[in-house]
């Protein structure tokens, strides 16, 4: 079982839709990222999480400690939004920079 | 434009040959690493740095050498290409404050073909 899992693995919306992403971790951490990797694209970190809620125009990211839990939310979901959504937990093992990695969410938004 | 510089976008190797991928970044950021991200899978860990003069092994480092003599430059040495690293790779970096990391910054990364 990966330490980090996604749901769903593929998404699709119609613009306009509320979409909800989830990630569910194992592991004790220090803080989780959620990532945006556009098709062909290079990495983009959107939040660093270590509790509660954070907001960034139309995204929106909650982290629930002690379920493990965490959701990455995009509301009046646009085609620009359509991308890979990676969730990474950081173990808080200090300098070591090993961040556990989920295999993504594949989120298309149709026009 | 501050951030992580890597290059080439896109290689062929042959079989055997050697290469060199690098990266630089220009924010000072201490720690440095490379990921290879393969499809199906998440990204995973090859090698990293936590400062100048100083590196170690990630999950995947068999086949691939790194040095860090400065802050800003962490090249990657494929040794003798095998078609198993055939992948997407990318560098990141980021600062240390206690027992996080922040300020992930990736670069655009490096689609490797091995034929």
């Known amino acids: 079982k990966n330490e980090v899992e996604q749901s769903p693995q593929n998404l699709t919306a119609q613009e306009g839709e509320f979409i909800t992403i989830n990630c569910s971790y194992s592991?004790?951490?220090?803080?989780l990222h959620w990532l945006q990797q556009h098709p062909g694209g290079g990495i983009v970190s959107l939040f660093m999480?270590?509790?509660g809620k954070k907001k960034h125009g139309r995204l929106i990211a909650t982290i629930n400690i002690q379920e493990k839990h965490s959701s990455l939310h995009i509301t009046a979901s646009h085609p620009r939004d359509s991308a890979v959504y990676i969730c990474a937990v950081d173990p808080g093992s200090g300098a070591t920079n090993k961040l556990i990695f989920g295999t993504g969410t594949l989120l298309a938004v149709q026009p | 434009n501050a951030g992580v510089t890597q290059t080439p976008k896109f290689q062929v190797l042959k079989t055997g040959q050697s290469m060199t991928l690098q990266c630089a970044q220009d924010m000072n950021h201490e720690y440095m690493s490379w990921y290879r991200q393969d499809p199906g899978m998440g990204l995973r860990l090859i090698h990293y740095s936590v400062g100048a003069g100083i590196t170690d092994q990630g999950e995947v480092p068999n086949g691939y050498n790194v040095s860090r003599s400065t802050t800003e430059d962490f090249p990657l040495r494929l040794l003798s290409a095998a078609p198993s690293q055939t992948s997407v790779y990318f560098c990141?970096?980021?600062?240390?404050?206690?027992?996080?990391?922040?300020?992930?910054?990736f670069g655009s990364g490096t689609r490797l073909t091995v034929v």
């Open positions: 592991v004790g951490i220090s803080a």
């Open positions: 999480l270590s509790s």
């Open positions: 990141a970096s980021s600062y240390s404050a206690g027992l996080s990391n922040y300020g992930y910054t």
